[in-house]
């Protein structure tokens, strides 16, 4: 069956790099666009970044451009979120999830259980 | 950008009543728009895909319409398990992501 598991999570000081991993498995991982989205305490779901199948194409939401870079390793079937210059704001869950399409629709319909970040002093 | 809205941002109905929600883009997004479920402690799950397709093995008291910038969920007959947040997302033609900030669904 589809799995996806993320690991890397923690707590981290301001100012500080972290890199969450999205180990997947039981699907062609290099046929699939991947995401990030994320979950503050308490908060809605926030689209953190894309990366294309092929991981030549990536884009990432306002909050996070320039300081985080995502990468796919279909070789390994792996997914990952190298996080620099981490602030009090990123703390949240953070969630892989796959893109797949349906009828000419998107949608992110498998995700992983998340993990958890903590930014502080 | 697009933004997301949703109203509202709570309720709460019996077991057995129709619920609606509703998701309005800041602009024409066509029916480039799903549904999602989140429950507690738990990852989101898709349930409506492009603005009124149900997924695959996502029970029929569940729906979506609209077009354009105004979108419906509607829950048919209320159960106590489909106490969760619902989201309503849109997704651009680079296919880049915003969620609408959610509506949360309790038993009264």
């Known amino acids: 069956q589809v799995q996806l598991v993320e690991s890397g999570g923690g707590v981290v000081q301001p100012g500080r790099s972290l890199r969450l991993s999205c180990a997947t498995s039981?699907?062609?991982?290099?046929?699939?666009?991947m995401h990030w989205v994320r979950q503050a305490p308490g908060k809605g779901l926030e689209w953190v970044a894309f990366i294309s199948s092929d991981g030549n194409s990536k884009y990432y939401a306002d909050s996070v451009k320039g300081r985080f870079t995502l990468s796919k390793d279909n070789s390994k079937n792996a997914l990952y979120l190298q996080m620099n210059s981490l602030r009090a704001e990123d703390t949240a869950v953070y969630y892989c999830a796959r893109d797949r399409r349906v009828d000419h629709y998107d949608t992110l319909d498998m995700w992983g259980q998340g993990t958890m970040v903590i930014v502080s002093s | 950008d697009i933004q997301m809205t949703q109203s509202p941002s709570s309720l709460s109905a019996s077991v057995g009543d129709r619920v609606t929600i509703t998701c309005q883009a800041s602009?024409?997004?066509?029916?480039?728009l799903n549904w999602y479920q989140q429950k507690p402690g738990k990852a989101p799950k898709v349930l409506i895909y492009g603005a009124s397709n149900l997924q695959t093995g996502v029970p029929s008291r569940f729906s979506g319409g609209g077009s354009g910038t105004d979108f419906t969920f509607t829950i048919s007959s209320l159960q106590p398990e489909d106490i969760a947040t619902y989201y309503c997302?849109?997704?651009?033609?680079?296919?880049?992501?915003?969620f609408g900030p959610g509506t949360k669904v309790d038993i009264k």
């Open positions: 997302q849109h997704y651009d033609n680079l296919l880049r992501v915003t």
């Open positions: 602009q024409d997004i066509s029916n480039s």
């Open positions: 039981g699907f062609t991982f290099s046929y699939y666009p």
